[in-house]
């Protein structure tokens, strides 16, 4: 069955950084694009960033441009989120999902607080 | 950015009732319109894509319907595991944008 484990979440102060991974299997992972969307405690769903099957194409929501960066190593069926310049509203259960949605994670718990 | 709003925002029902949930976007998405269910504690599922498909192993109970700016998830006869929050989400134009969220839970 097709899988995706996220991990790296914690507590970090405002300001501060996180690398949040996921890790694909059970599927040709550079085959499809991937996306990670966010939940905060509470909320609904927002989409947070996307990238393509070969990195050629990266979109991010105007709320984390300029402070998050998307990657992946497809060679480690791996995908990730740097995550700089946290604030306190960056709190949420982190998701990877791939291509169409059709499968993620089970989240990785990000707070930010002081 | 492209708005969604979800109505209504809470839908009291009975096992066996019909649920209409509504999607209504700010600008026309085409068709690329996504639903998703959600329970506590677990990640979204996908359950219906492209307005009106739907994704595997979803249960025939469940359709979408509409085009452009109104969209319409209905659960033919709502089964004790529907109780959930429903998402849509657009897929039109960047960014990736989700409605509000409807609550479907047991009267």
Redo the contacts between chains.
């Keep these: 069955d097709v899988q995706l484990v996220e991990s790296g979440g914690g507590l970090v102060q405002p300001g501060g950084s996180l690398r949040l991974s996921c890790m694909g299997s059970e599927f040709t992972f550079y085959s499809y694009d991937m ?1 990670w ?1 966010r939940q905060a405690p509470g909320k ?4 947070v960033s ?1 990238i393509s099957g070969s990195s050629s194409l990266i ?4 709320s984390v441009q300029g402070r998050f960066t998307v990657s992946r190593d497809n060679g480690k069926n791996s995908l990730y989120l740097q995550m700089k310049s946290l604030r306190v509203e960056d709190t949420a259960v982190y ?1 990877c999902a791939r291509q ?3 499968y ?4 990785t718990l990000v707070t930010v607080s002081s | 950015e492209i708005m969604l709003t979800q109505s209504p925002v809470t839908l009291s029902l009975s096992a066996g009732e019909r649920a209409t949930l509504s999607c209504r976007a700010s600008q026309s998405v085409s068709r690329f319109l996504a639903w998703y269910q959600q329970k506590l504690g677990q990640a979204p599922r996908l359950l219906i894509y492209d307005v009106s498909k739907r994704a595997a192993g979803i249960p025939a109970r469940f359709s979408g319907s509409g085009s452009g700016t109104d969209f319409t998830l209905t659960i033919s006869s709502l089964e004790p595991e529907d109780f959930a929050v429903y998402y849509c989400q657009q897929r039109s134009n960047w960014p990736l944008t989700f409605g509000g969220g409807t609550k479907v839970e047991i009267k």
């Design positions: 996306n969307v609904g769903l927002e989409w996307y979109k991010y929501a105007d998701y169409a949605f059709d993620w994670g089970q989240g």
